[in-house]
């Protein structure tokens, strides 16, 4: 089975561009997005597994294409796009505050993997997919990264408020 590109997009912009816009959240950086990860997904073709359905794949690459646009500006801006879901109008600032601190110390990689599991609320099948990973290693990295998440949400967010804290014991 031959992919045909033109059809691709015709087929796939428009979930490609709601993707875009939900991570870079302003409509002309996700329209250039949309070329950009349409040209990679091009130079990649002969990697693409028919296995995989082919809005899995572009769907992949829009999220790390994205992800690595907001590394790219400010990890702020990352974090403020994994923080923030789709339908947040008043965000809890302090939650929020938490959350950019826990993703402070995260890779790239384990970014993308809070994208997939914790605001878009994928599953762990769907995430080995999307990331073309085994399902075990996904529940493994998933499992770590709570972990991990976890430890840096427990740690007190600055040494002098742990200062404070003990001397009011």
């Not at 790390?64 to 590394?71: D, I, M, S």
């Not at 789709?86 to 959350?99: E, G, V």
């Not at 990331?131 to 493994?140: A, D, E, N, P, Q």
């Amino acid at each position: 089975m031959a992919l045909d590109v033109g059809e691709l997009f015709e087929r796939h912009h428009g979930v490609v561009y709601r993707r875009c816009l939900a991570l870079l959240r302003q409509p002309d950086d996700a329209a250039e997005a949309v070329q950009e990860v349409f040209v990679l997904a091009l130079s990649g073709l002969g990697r693409f597994r028919l296995r995989a359905a082919p809005l899995t794949w572009l769907y992949a690459i829009a999220t790390r294409h994205c992800l690595q646009q907001l590394r790219n500006r400010s990890s702020r801006a990352l974090k403020l796009a994994l923080v923030s879901g789709p339908d947040s109008t008043n965000p809890d600032l302090s939650a929020r505050a938490d959350l950019e601190r826990a993703f402070a110390g995260l890779s790239l990689g384990e970014l993308e993997l809070v994208a997939h599991a914790f605001r878009d609320r994928l599953t762990q099948d769907e995430i080995s997919e999307v990331m073309r990973l085994s399902r075990k290693t996904v529940g493994k990295r998933l499992k770590a990264l709570s972990a991990k998440l976890r430890l840096s949400l427990e740690a007190p967010a600055e040494p002098a408020r742990a200062g404070l804290a003990a001397a009011a014991s």
